[in-house]
């Protein structure tokens, strides 16, 4: 059997998928269609992490106080499987 290799240096995007905002590194798809979004270095070792919800605003895992990866990347998939708040609408046209 023959295995393909798989680079991971780069991240990888289909055509159809916008990019991430600066500072993402990580993004979880919420039941609601919203993304919950994991902003700070992504190194495992460092407190810098914190994830919002670009649905219902909510954050985490503390409120105002960032924590390490870990438990981000924990807390967001957590709440992206049970946020039902709707993506918010692009701005109306202003013409
Ligand atoms: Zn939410």
């Not at 290799?5 to 590194?25: D, E, F, N, R």
């Not at 190194?43 to 219902?56: F, I, K, M």
Request: hydrophobic share 35%.
């Amino acid at each position: 059997m023959r295995t393909a290799a798989i680079t991971l240096s780069a991240p990888v995007s289909p055509a159809w998928q916008p990019p991430w905002p600066a500072g993402v590194v990580l993004r979880f798809l919420t039941v609601g269609g919203a993304t919950v979004d994991v902003t700070g270095d992504g190194d495992e070792q460092s407190e810098n992490h914190r994830w919002t919800c670009s649905g219902c605003l909510d954050t985490g895992p503390y409120k105002g106080m960032d924590a390490y990866l870990c438990e981000t990347r924990k807390g967001a998939n957590q709440h992206a499987t049970t946020c039902r708040a709707l993506p918010r609408p692009a701005a109306p046209d202003q013409r």
